[in-house]
């Protein structure tokens, strides 16, 4: 009961909230991190208790539609518990950096609780159907996160993400059919080593591919990120950069590696040519950003290629390295969505232009953002860099032709460019007018930010606190590549 | 075949079909939102018609489709409150009950 | 031994709904429209005790007939400035009919090749009564039946909420 | 012998310390680094005692590893290494990094940041410990790259101001255009041995040439990033515009020395690769010469000595380049000292002058005979002079070349040794001698002049353990060869002549402007650093931003468009339908005559009636799967 509760908790959380009346905001935003902070207890437990060496455990199975196969089936293993430790995370600290939500406060917990269901719902999830279900239960809040609650150009944002996704994930649904009809059931545990015919892995390979990428996102199909990320509010931004684009590789590592093992590795060269074009190209995009949130939005591009990079590998290093990417991504960029946005609550401006001098005038938020930055750029000893070197060392080793792999090897630099540059215009210098007499950040915003890098310094500083979760799962996932 | 001859299955079909016909005309030509609204109605009572009339023709004892029509009944009763509150609001804002005067989904 | 529906009854009810339903969207007065639907649905609540279900009649009359109407009569009338206002102007709709048309005939056409053998209009005898519907409803049906009123209710609230006071 | 680990935990232990604490706090606290890193020079001196005397490189006198990383079933391990070669940096680092130490408090102590200044400081001397006692190449970058941060905060040190700033970027990014070399061996290191650690890749395992000129070339290329050599050279003068101290530890003594360890320790796959010797010693031999043709006509003090580091660690290249392991680590470990002792010598100076530009210095023995002694010290082992330790070092790797038989790059050696010989010469006379331009000059603090003067005292005398150096890493030492001696000294003694005559004999300020015109463009191609920025700048910067912004631009016009423009043919065909709608079946079914009308009449609906044209679509698309479903059913 603990993987649904961990679910539905949450829901419940929404539910209760959504009836607080308008004018008592303080008990929405109470319960509210109550319910999450529960949430993150019962994760922690979870991960206490996780047998790292055994596959899915905590596994909840009951009978929903038997006559179609469907189940409500529920699980952790050592992929799905670093993403699900860091849903339950952000989830936590998205309602805490909303303190100051004043705009229908209610509904937007209501909201930011809604999108913890689906987000702990897709990485626990090993029905088909009952994925399903979460994940596009994703897209409803997030979608209203960003259009009550976004910026100028919220309709337009919010109105392409959710068209964009849904695009996708229509695909992803035939996937599934497709994959139901040949086997029968929509479990997922049952459909892999089934050794389904090739052609057929193929196309349901592809189908996938188009539902998986452009929630990833991969170029070309990414232009809906920087416009959701600009308009949507901080809280929106870290979790959706946080976890909802991990939700797409989480899925080629979920479901397309295992099930479709063979296809996998027809695909291979081709995803590792995009995951490279993603990387340079997302680095050179946020080289060309004037807008804070739009340079961080076009470097999670360039991130979410590395992540490519490393499943195309099908390798130990190279998928290891993903699920570090996938986890890094998500603090550090997390951290950097929050300290902009702690930023911009200041100075009401997010152009790179109108801000400079912070480590002067508010040094804990200026060092914070350094901070980030070089974990974000891929500095050893900090998480971002684990990821990046693993994938590369994979993708090397692999059979994807090298050239791709010397391309994104030239990312690293790149990523380093426009870091470097941002944080030598915004960090460091004379403070701009705009900064001239901002207050530096408060202990509730500095609470938010300590549990970050405390992950960022213990992931990067020794790697198998988190690797000794993914490394037995990842060497199931390439036992079963290599039998394809 | 006389009038007085008993009736099968196929008539109360084609009523059904007949009547959802119209329904789907005035929810496609109306443009006042009441009248649309009314035209689904119709249309739900098509179906109910089918739901009931199958059942009673191939399995009365298990009353499947009477079950059914309930519920259909009460998501349609769901569905047209929610419609009117709706036709209400739009009216408050926008001081019509034309269905042109919801175009927030134009690009 | 088996029922038989009489021919008369169900044509007189036939010519009721779909003439109610004609008349309804024919008239040019919203008003009279709503009086036409209302019509409608007291036709098909006949035709509902003439396939034996007397429960379903009733519900017919009481939901619809009964509150559904009323709830459009006072969104029409709600929505009206002036009396004029009721009367609209003509809406042909000559695609939507064609349309419609379509879709009629493909489904009577669909319908007519289904049923390939027009058995006659013979129905099986065993018809369980009022009681044993209630009793199914609770038994078998009851946990959807809960979550159907829970429907309900919560469009209630959202209808309540959305059509609520000013400043929303 | 666990203590050893002790030694860069100290340093890092004093920047755990300090980071978090307010910027005050930190003023006050700058004790504890100081107190760690002489507690790491302790233990270090414990260390080198114990490896004493000596032995081969990688026979391990301790070692220590523990797993942080498991892969499949490869573990990668964080460690220590103690071996003759790791023991002599040991002592270079902590000894070299004490003294700038030291002699910061004196220097830095009326900065706002003095308490960040040195916990950078703290964290760079733990990172570069890290790097020398690494078991594994794996270890040694991750140390490698925590440096480039250290002197990336460092020489953007003072970022109010535009110049330190842009320099600090502008290293950080050019050492990373080698690391991604680096980065990249490691990955054909790791996909071909399997692993990281020294014991399995240089010594447990066979490498094919092609993938060892493979790995070492690009394991060169990261070197000549952070070693500064041609063509990656261009950050470190610009480096300069740190804090002086700063540039003596980082930019002088052991940083940019990295690469030259890092090519020491990697030499058996260079060896096994033959052609990436031959490519280390052009690049060696380029840069001396480059480097000093540079020096030699540079007006910032600093400048000055930042292209004679660029100079000499090119030495220590082509030594390694001809595999004269020995020679090289030595010249590492002589320039370190005497180096930074002239960087150090140099922030005094600039202190008391109040200037970097050598013109405007001059007349400074009389009033400053300590920091004149010291500075005379360094630039006569600079210069390559007997006894001072730069003689040895440089003879010991004339000697490597002689005895190896590349007579050509001896040649060109010698060549870059009169070349040095000159510019030191140009630097002394033109600060010590001459007449005075700055009222008021005097002598700097103990607490500056007691690690200069240490460091003078060991340039001095260190150059006479030059044999024993050799027997302490595992081959034979012996003394300087007559010959060659006698020749290094010739050309040096040359070199300071030929800058004693164009700056030696001056009683008021030089006019250099006859030296300019008579030079012509080969000193214009000079002053413009041979265009090598330049280049840069406008061949790869600007044009990476170019690209940048028209990949921008091409983003969100022609991608971003594609995807609106799908969403536009999605609703213009909705519209077509309307259209259709309006046109087609209306006009059919009321013929041509009302066509005008109804037209008129309908355009106002294409605008609008829009949720019912969907449910339209909708059931059309119904009726033609009822249909086909009929029509197969029958």
Known sequence: MLLSAIVFLPLIGAIVAALVPKDRAGIARWLATVVTAVDVVLVIFVVLRFDVGAGMQFVERAVWVPQLGISYHLGVDGISITMLLLSALLSLIAVVASWKMDTKPTTYFAMLLLLEVGMNGVFLALDFVLFYVFWELVLVPMYFLIGTWGGPRKEYASIKFFLYTLFGSVFMLVGIIALYLQTGTFDMTAMIGLGLPATFQWWVFAAFFLGFAVKVPIVPLHTWLPDAHVEAPTAASVLLAGILLKMGTYGFIRIALPILPHAAKQWAPFITALAAISIVYGAALAFAQTDLKKLVAYSSVSHMGFVMLGIASGTVEGLNGALAVMFSHGVVTGMLFLIVGMVYDRTHTRMIEDVSGLSSQVPVAGGLLAFASFASLGLPGLSGFVGEFLTLLGAWKSTVPAGWVVLAAVGVLLAAAYTLWMVQRVVLGTPSHAVADIPDLSVREIAILVPLVALTLTVGLYWNSLLRFTDPAVARIVALLAGA | MTIMQPVGVLSFVALSAVLFALGLYGALSRRSTVMVLMSLELMANAININLVALSRFSAPAEMTGQFFAVFSMVVSAAEIGLGLALVLALYRQRKTVEIDAMQELKG | ?168 | MGYVIAIPLLPALAFGVLAPLSNRARNAAIWVPVAAVCGSLLLSLAAFARVWPGGHEGEAVYRASAVFATLGSVNLHAGVLLDPISAVMLVVVTLVGAAVQVYSVGYMHRDERIGWYFAVLSLFTAAMLALVLSDNFLQLYMAWEVMGLCSYLLIGFWHEQEAPRKASLKAFLTTRVGDVGFVLGLAVMYATAGSFDFAVVLHGFTWVPATATAVSLLFLFGAIGKSAQVPLHVWLPDAMAGPTPASALIHAATMVAAGVFLVARALPIFQASGVALTVTMIVGVTTAIVGGLLAAVQHDIKKVLAYSTISQLGYMFFALGAGGIVAGIFHLMTHAFFKSLLFLGAGVIIHAAHTQDMREMGGLAKKMPVTTATFTIGSLALAGIFPFSGFWSKDEILTVLWTEGHYVVFALALAAAFVTAFYVARLWFRVFTGPEQTPELAEAHAEMLVPMGVLAAITAVIGFGSPYFARFLGHTGAWPEAGIALTSTAVAGLGLALGWCAYGRRTKVINTRPLKERAGFVYDALAMKLYFDLTYDYFIVKQYARLADALWAFDHTVIDGAVNGAGAIWKAGADVGALFDTYVIDGAVNGTATLVRAAGAKVRRIQVGRIQAYQGLMVGALVLLMLWFVVKGA
């Open chain 3, 1 to 168: 031994m088996t029922e038989t529906v009489n021919g008369a009854v169900f044509l007189a009810l036939s010519f009721a709904t779909i003439g109610g339903a004609v008349m309804m969207l024919s008239t040019r007065n919203v008003v009279h429209a709503a009086f036409w639907l209302l019509e409608v649905m007291i036709a098909t609540a006949g035709l509902y005790l003439l396939l034996s279900a007397e429960f379903l009649a009733l519900v017919q009359v009481l939901v619809y007939a009964g509150s559904v109407s009323v709830l459009v009569l006072f969104t029409i009338m709600l929505t009206l400035r002036r009396r004029e206002d009721a009367i609209r102007p003509f809406e042909p709709g000559w695609s939507a009919g064609v349309l419609a048309a379509l879709f009629g005939g493909a489904v009577l056409f669909a319908a007519e090749r289904f049923f390939s053998q027009p058995r006659p209009g013979v129905m099986p005898e065993t018809v369980p009564d009022v009681a044993a519907f209630g009793e199914k409803l609770f038994g078998t049906w009851a946990v959807p039946f809960e979550i159907a009123s829970l429907v309900l209710l919560v469009a209630l609230v959202g209808a309540v909420w959305w059509s609520g006071g000013e400043g929303r």
